[in-house]
């Protein structure tokens, strides 16, 4: 069984700066794509920042300049560094990777519990 568990979250006043963590484990085989989405209230979740297993990255243009996703993949671990936070940054933030369970399993998207960040003005 895969988990795939957040830390990190929590309030923080706009300008400051907070770090989102993310470590996978249980049967894990390969890690293709993790990222970062969010949910905002009322809103749709939409993507934050992915990064690739050779280390390529995309972010929104939102958080361009900001926010900066990295990996370390010999802990499966995918880490969102956030700063110049601003109110409109406030959500549940969602770990995401693409993960293949073993060697005869397809790749399947999997999912954190969320991790409340929220930006006070």
């Known amino acids: 069984q895969v988990q795939l568990v957040e830390s990190g979250g929590g309030l923080v006043q706009a300008g400051g700066s907070l770090r989102l963590s993310c470590a996978a484990s249980g049967s894990i085989f390969s890690i293709n794509a993790m990222g970062w989405y969010r949910r905002a209230p009322g809103k749709q979740r939409e993507l934050v920042a992915t990064?690739?297993?050779?280390?390529?990255?995309n972010y929104a243009d939102s958080v361009k300049g900001r926010f900066t996703i990295f990996r370390n993949n010999a802990k499966n671990l995918v880490v969102l560094q956030m700063s110049s936070l601003k109110p409109e940054d406030t959500a549940v933030y969602y770990c995401?990777?693409?993960?293949?369970?073993?060697?005869?399993?397809?790749?399947?998207?999997?999912w954190g519990q969320g991790t409340q960040v929220t930006v006070s003005s």
């Open positions: 995401n990777a693409d993960l293949v369970a073993t060697p005869h399993s397809y790749e399947y998207d999997y």
């Open positions: 990064i690739s297993s050779g280390g390529r990255t």
